[in-house]
C-alpha cells in the first residue's frame, strides 16, 4: 500500500502559467490512468485518461504523459486558471482490459493553488 | 441527466447507530462503486458492484454491508457505526462507453459524522 497522511503535496502558481502535477504509481500490471479533480466540497470529476499503450494523450488545455519505465505519470495544465484550483488525484487501474468496471487505486492527491 | 446522485448530504450518527447511504445512477452504468475519502487523502474503495446481482469487497470493507437494489441503485449500509467511521463517502459508476473506457463518475458526496 502506499503511505497516507494529512500533508498533500502542494503547488501554487500564477495565473497564466502552466502547472505540471506528478504522480507516481506502483502497480507494473496497471494499463489504465485516470486523472481527477476534486474541488472543495464536490466529488471528484474527470478530467483525462491514457491507456498503457499510449505515453501522451491531449485534451483541452491539459495533457497526460505517461511513462511506463519509471511508473510515472503526468498532468499539464496550460494557462492555468484560478478555477483550476482544486485537489487533483491520479488513479490507477489494473483489470480495465475489456471489462465494463474496474477498480481504481487512488494516490494521495496535490493541491493546485492558482494566484491571480 | 442528473449523473450519479447520493441521500443525505450530510448525517450526524451516534456510536452504535444504523444507516443507510443511498445511491442512484441514470447512465444506464453497469458497475457502481462506494468509497470513502478521509482528510488528506485519496478515495479507498469499500465495495463494488460489477453488475447487476453482484457485489464484492474493496479496499477498506469491514463495518460495511451493500445492496445492489436494480441497474439504477446501489446502497451503503452501517449496521453500529464507530467514530472511525467519520468520513466523507462518495458513490461511482462506470460502463462501456465505446472501447477502452473505464471512467467512473462520482456522485456529490456523504458528509457522515460519527460521535
Known amino acids: 500500500g502506499e503511505s497516507v497522511g494529512l500533508h498533500l503535496p502542494t503547488l501554487s502558481v500564477q495565473e497564466g502559467d502552466n502547472s505540471i502535477i506528478n504522480c507516481a504509481y506502483s502497480?507494473?500490471?496497471?494499463?489504465?490512468f485516470i486523472w481527477y479533480k476534486q474541488e472543495s466540497g464536490k466529488g471528484p470529476q474527470f478530467i483525462i485518461d491514457i491507456r498503457s499503450n499510449m505515453d501522451k494523450r491531449q485534451g483541452q488545455r491539459v495533457t497526460v504523459l505517461l511513462n511506463k519505465t519509471v511508473k510515472h505519470l503526468s498532468l499539464q495544465i496550460a494557462a492555468t486558471q484560478p478555477g483550476d484550483s482544486a485537489v487533483y488525484f491520479c488513479?490507477?487501474?489494473?483489470?480495465?482490459?475489456?471489462?465494463?468496471?474496474?477498480?481504481?487505486?487512488f494516490g494521495q492527491g496535490t493541491i493546485l493553488t492558482v494566484h491571480p | 441527466n442528473a449523473g450519479v446522485t447520493q441521500t443525505p448530504k450530510f448525517q450526524v450518527l451516534k456510536t452504535g447507530q444504523s444507516m443507510t447511504l443511498q445511491c442512484a445512477q441514470d447512465m444506464n452504468h453497469n458497475s457502481m462503486y462506494w468509497y470513502r475519502q478521509d482528510p488528506g487523502m485519496g478515495l479507498r474503495l469499500i465495495y463494488y458492484s460489477a453488475s447487476e446481482g453482484t457485489t464484492d469487497k474493496g479496499e477498506v470493507p469491514n463495518g460495511y454491508n451493500v445492496s445492489r437494489l436494480n441497474k439504477r441503485e446501489f446502497s451503503l449500509r452501517l449496521e453500529s457505526a464507530a467514530p472511525s467511521q467519520t468520513s466523507v463517502y462518495f458513490c461511482?459508476?462506470?460502463?462501456?462507453?465505446?472501447?477502452?473506457?473505464?471512467?467512473?463518475?462520482f456522485g456529490p458526496g456523504t458528509r457522515l459524522t460519527v460521535l
Open positions: 502497480n507494473s500490471a496497471s494499463d489504465y
Open positions: 488513479a490507477e487501474n489494473a483489470n480495465a482490459g475489456g471489462t465494463s468496471y474496474g477498480k481504481l487505486t
Open positions: 461511482a459508476s462506470s460502463g462501456f462507453e465505446g472501447v477502452g473506457t473505464d471512467t467512473q463518475y
